[in-house]
């Protein structure tokens, strides 16, 4: 019996929702957050504070990107299909990693702020992942019960 991730991907849509309302429409509660200055000490990295003027488009740009994540994120939540659970593993997975990758090797673009997003992202990708029983194979779309796969079979 396959294992499903349903639950847990539709936990981490409507984190994400959350945390895209907030970006959108105040996004200071999260950038001049206790979170972000606790992650900003702990590693030594920028601690943004209240968005300023000069940084509000980049914050638009944010905004924009981060919408067809969410909205991906709750299309997979609501359809159960295994494939868009794993994309949505990857795309948590991916962004942690990258992220942290970011704050090691180019410290300049790193905040805390960065390294905030990072942990729980990574971790719902990595829950999703056990959770929903995948493996590297699935990565990699050689596993028979993904959509590749199963399309590899019948042909």
């Known amino acids: ?3 499903s991730a349903q639950p847990l991907v539709l936990i981490f849509a409507i984190a ?5 309302l907030t970006k959108a429409f105040a996004p200071d509660l999260i950038f001049n957050s206790p979170p972000a200055l606790f992650f900003s000490q702990i590693a030594g990295l920028k601690y943004l504070g209240n968005i300023t003027p000069d940084r509000e488009p980049l914050q638009g740009v944010i905004v924009c990107i981060h919408f067809p994540l969410v909205a991906f994120t709750w299309l997979a939540a609501l359809s159960g299909k295994r494939d868009f659970h794993l994309a ?4 948590g997975m991916s962004f942690g990693l990258v992220s942290l990758v970011t704050c090691v090797v180019s ?3 790193a905040s805390g702020v960065l390294l905030f997003g990072a942990a729980p992202n990574f971790l719902f990708g990595l829950a999703i992942f056990v959770v929903g029983g995948f493996g590297v194979k699935d990565l990699l779309g050689s ?3 993904t959509t590749e796969g199963a399309l590899k079979k019948e042909i």
């Open 1 to 3: 019996m396959t294992k």
């Open 16 to 20: 994400s929702a959350f945390v895209w």
């Open 88 to 91: 949505v593993a990857f795309i």
């Open 107 to 109: 410290p300049k673009y």
């Open 143 to 145: 596993d028979d019960q």
